[in-house]
Structure formats: C-alpha cells, structure tokens
Antibody
C-alpha cells in the first residue's frame, strides 16, 4: 500500500523557519515526484513545488521562490519542505503528494495526512 | 498560468440527486491533463478522476469526468451521504493549478 506520512503540527513565531517531513512507503521512492501543497484555513489548494527524488532537482512555484526549499533523502525515503521567514499568512495545512505511482500521470495520486503550521507571536 | 474557475461555489442537493460541477480553464487544455479531487473536513484531498475521465483506483462509477477545450464537468450520478464534500479541479498541462472548489452540501 502506498503511504505518505508527514511530521506533526508546528507552532512558530514570525520570522522563523519550519521544516516538514514526508516519509513514503509502498513504492520505489526515486521513481516518482513528490509535491507540496498549501491550504490556508477555509481556503483552497495552492501548489508550492516538487522534488524529483531521482536527482534531487526541485521546482518551486513563483510565489514561494526564495523562501521554500524542497529536498529528498533517498536513504530514508523521505521528502522535506522548508519554509523560511514565516509570516502569519503562512498559517496553513501543508500536504505532500506523489504523482504517477498509480495513475501514471502528473495527477496527485496519494496524499499525506497534512501538517498544520501555525505562525503566531 | 492557467487559471481554473469552478462553478457554482456551492450546491445544495439531496441524497439520490445528480450533481454537475463545472470547471472552466482560462485557456484551452487537453483533457488528458485535467483531474478532480474530493476533500472532506479535516482530511487530505482524494484523487477521483485523472486524464479528464479516468476514475482513480477504488472510485465508484457514479463519479464521471467529461469535457474538452476550456470546459470540464464532474458528474455524480446519484449522491450518496458520503459524497457531501468540497470538490476541486486541477490542471497539470502547464505546471499545476487548482480551481477554487465547489462545496456540495446536503439540502
């Protein structure tokens, strides 16, 4: 069974950095891209970026360029998303997702359970 | 960037009724790059349809996707109690973007 398990909720102060993990199982980690999606409270889904575990190459959405780092550790089958210079607007649930593992497309086949990040002074 | 606009914003229907959810793209895209997701409160989204009309694993056949060009539709033929949720369309032709969602509520 394909599973993505994310790290737990975080509370951070403005200006801090948060790093969220996404550990996968049930498939070959290096063969499929991992994406990150932001969902602010009561709002929709926003794509943040992806990492290709095979070569570690990230692609980050324009909105998050310069503040987000997405990485993959093939020794532990875990992807990471780091968000810096946190502000109140970054309060959101962050999801990881894998594409292609079941559908063979770039649709988001399986999702992690989400990680709530609260930014508050 | 391809912008997806979903309508209506919310839909009030009774179990057993048919639901039609619309997703309009700001530019033409192949249906091969269009997906639909369902999200319930406190849960992660779940893939329902990819490639415009292919159901994901385990998705019942009351869910169907259709459309082409700039207009796409998710149809739920007969609503079950567990279908009341928020639905998002997504394109993956050029980067990845989501529509703003349609909430299907119990009438």
């Amino acid at each position: 069974e394909v599973q993505l398990v994310q790290s737990g909720a975080e509370v951070k102060k403005p200006g801090a950095t948060v790093k969220i993990s996404c550990k996968v199982s049930g498939y070959s980690f290096i063969d499929y891209n991992i994406h990150w999606v932001q969902q602010a409270p009561g709002k929709g889904l926003e794509w943040m970026g992806l990492v290709k575990p095979e070569d570690g190459r990230p692609i980050v959405a324009d909105k998050f360029q310069g503040r987000v780092t997405i990485t993959a550790d093939t020794s532990t089958d875990t992807a990471y998303m780091e968000l810096r210079s946190l502000r109140s607007e970054d309060t959101a649930v962050y999801f990881c997702s894998v594409t292609g593992v079941m559908s063979g497309t770039d649709a988001f086949d399986v999702w992690g359970q989400g990680t709530m990040v609260t930014v508050s002074s | 960037e391809i912008v997806l606009t979903q309508s209506p914003g919310s839909l009030s229907l009774s179990p057993g009724e048919r639901a039609s959810l619309s997703c309009r793209a700001s530019q033409s895209l192949s249906s091969r790059f269009l997906a639909w997701y369902q999200q319930k409160p406190g849960q992660a989204p779940r893939l329902l349809v990819y490639g415009g009309s292919s159901r994901a694993t385990g998705i019942p056949d009351r869910f169907s996707g259709s459309g082409s060009g700039t207009d796409f539709t998710l149809t739920i033929s007969r609503l079950e109690p567990e279908d009341f949720a928020v639905y998002y369309c997504q394109q993956y032709a050029t980067s990845w973007t989501f529509g703003q969602g349609t909430k299907v509520e119990i009438k």
